[in-house]
Nanobody
Framework: QPQVTESGGGLVQEGGSLRLSCTAS????????MGWFRRAPGKERESVSC???????PWYKESVKGRFAISRENANTLYLQMNSLKVEGAAMYYC???????????????????WGRGTQVTVSS
């Protein structure tokens, strides 16, 4: 049964850091791109970052470039290092597996499956 499980969320002050992890099982993790998404209250789910199957080509939402870093260990784990967190970054964060090995120019939710339940990130001012 394909499954992903996110962890690492929590409460952090603005300007602080968190490292999210996503553990995958039940599908060929090392053959697919993986993505991080988030949904803030009252807003649509949006893509934050994506990384190709090899871990060599990352993509970032413009507003997180230079502050977030995506990486993967191709056994089964995906990470998102989040630095200089802003209040507007507070959301439920999800990881998901792409249906392909590469990230598109602007990853969309319908390009991904095997969604996790999410991990909550709260940023206080």
């Amino acid at each position: 049964q394909p499954q992903v499980t996110e962890s690492g969320g929590g409460l952090v002050q603005e300007g602080g850091s968190l490292r999210l992890s996503c553990t995958a099982s039940g599908f060929p993790f090392d053959r697919v791109a993986m993505g991080w998404f988030r949904r803030a209250p009252g807003k649509e789910r949006e893509s934050v970052s994506c990384i190709n199957w090899a871990g060599s080509i990352p993509w970032y939402k413009e507003s997180v470039k230079g502050r977030f870093a995506i990486s993967r260990e191709n056994a089964n784990t995906l990470y998102l290092q989040m630095n200089s967190l802003k209040v507007e970054g507070a959301a439920m964060y999800y990881c998901a597996a792409s249906f392909t090995g590469d990230c598109s120019g602007s990853p969309q939710t319908n390009e991904f499956g095997n969604w996790g339940r999410g991990t909550q990130v709260t940023v206080s001012s």
